[in-house]
C-alpha cells in the first residue's frame, strides 16, 4: 500500500488476507507512521508492516504480488464534504499532481512481478489525473493490461473497464479505480 497512512486501506486488506502473509504500508511522512500502527495494534493486525519512504524511489526486496497506488490528488470527488478545497485548487495544481501520479504509477509498475496487479485509485473526477494516467501508463507499458473489476460493480464500470463514481449519480463522493495485471513472461 504505496501513500498508506493513516492505514485504513492497509488493515483492510490485511483483514482480507485473514492477517496472513505481509502488508508494506508505505508513507513518505514518518509521523504518520503513528497512525498506521495505531490502527493495526486497534484491529489486533500483525501482518501489517509500516515503513517511511518515497514511493517515487522505494525499493522492494523482492516483487510485491499485488500494489495498492491511492494516489495523492486534487481531491475534487470529496467536493460533498470538503467544500473548501475547491479555493485551492486551480490547473497548475492538477498538471503538478498528474505529474506527480505519473512517477508513482511508473515506479510501482517496476515493483510487480509478472502476473501481479497494481490497483490505481483517487477521490478526483479529473480525468487528467485518473483515465488519462492510465491511458498514457498502457500505452507504454505494453505487458500491462486493464482488468475490469467484479460483475457486482458493474453499474460502476466505465467502458474502457474503470471504476468510477459520481456525485450526482451514485450519491457518493467522485472517484476513480483502474485494476492492472502485468502479464507473466
Same mark, same amino acid.
Given at each position: ?51 517511511t ?22 481531491? +475534487?470527488? =470529496? ?5 473548501? #478545497?475547491?479555493? &485551492? ?5 492538477? @498538471?503538478?499532481? %498528474? ?26 473526477t ?21 482488468v475490469?473489476p ?12 474503470? +471504476?468510477? =463514481? ?5 450519491? #457518493?463522493?467522485? &472517484? ?5 495485471? @502485468?502479464?507473466? %513472461?
Open positions: 500500500d504505496l501513500c498508506a497512512a493513516p492505514g485504513g486501506k492497509a488493515t483492510h486488506i490485511a483483514t482480507l488476507m485473514q492477517d496472513r502473509g505481509e502488508v508494506l504500508a508505505l508513507d513518505l511522512n514518518r509521523s504518520r507512521l503513528k497512525m498506521i500502527r495505531e490502527n493495526c495494534d486497534r484491529l489486533g493486525i500483525e501482518s501489517v508492516r509500516a515503513a519512504g518515497d514511493a517515487t524511489i522505494f525499493k522492494l526486496d523482492r516483487l510485491a504480488d499485488r500494489i495498492l497506488l491511492d494516489a495523492p490528488c486534487s481531491g +475534487l470527488g =470529496t467536493l460533498g464534504r470538503k467544500s473548501e #478545497i475547491r479555493w &485551492s485548487k486551480d490547473e497548475s495544481t492538477i @498538471r503538478e499532481l %498528474a505529474a506527480l501520479q505519473t512517477k508513482l504509477i511508473e515506479h510501482a509498475a517496476t515493483m510487480l512481478k509478472p502476473g501481479g496487479r497494481l490497483v490505481y485509485s483517487t477521490c478526483t479529473e480525468s487528467a489525473e485518473n483515465e488519462e494516467i492510465i491511458q498514457k501508463f498502457i500505452e507504454k507499458h505494453k505487458d500491462f493490461s486493464v475490469c467484479p460483475s457486482k460493480f458493474s453499474k460502476l464500470t466505465t467502458k474502457q473497464g474503470f +471504476l468510477r =463514481t459520481w456525485p450526482h449519480r451514485d450519491r #457518493i463522493g467522485g &472517484s476513480f479505480a483502474a485494476i492492472l495485471e @502485468r502479464r507473466k %513472461a
